[in-house]
Every structure is written in C-alpha cells, then in structure tokens.
C-alpha cells in the first residue's frame, strides 16, 4: 500500500515482534534447516507463515510448532512444497 507515493510500512508491537522472534528460534531448533528461511509475519497473534520447503512433513513441522505456542490464535500456512514426494495410491 502506498501513501502519498510512498511505501507504507507496517507497524508491529512489542509483542508481535518478541512472538516473531520465538516462532524464528523456535523453527531454527527443529534442526531442519529448511525451516531457517520461513518467512514469519505476527499481526495481534495471528501468524502468516510463507516460503519453500522440500517436503510436506517440513510445512507441517513449521505450522504444528508454531500452532503449540501460547500466544499463537491463528496460523496461516502458505509455505509451498518445493519437490513432493511421490502421491500414494
């Protein structure tokens, strides 16, 4: 959005940017390094969760953790899965 031609920037709270931060360790200490580079934006304790994984099991990992948190009403998972594995039969 823009404003007198020029780029809005969103305003986070304290508490969105402090959730922010603890969703990031706690992706990073899943130890799968696929989950070092999701994207993360907090909006009053809704998550919106955005990148490329190689595997529906990382997608998954990445909303379950972040679902288990306190302060965590919503999560909207749209990481995309970059190689699938192969679809059962």
Known sequence: M?????PRIPLHSHSDL???SQIRRRLQSTGYAGLT????EVHSGE???EGTVDSYFLKQMAQVR???MSDVRKVYNTIIVSSPGPCPK
């Open 2 to 6: 823009k404003l007198q031609n020029k």
């Open 18 to 20: 402090q959730l922010t």
């Open 37 to 40: 580079s999701i994207w993360i």
């Open 47 to 49: 998550v919106f969760l």
């Open 66 to 68: 972040v679902l288990a």
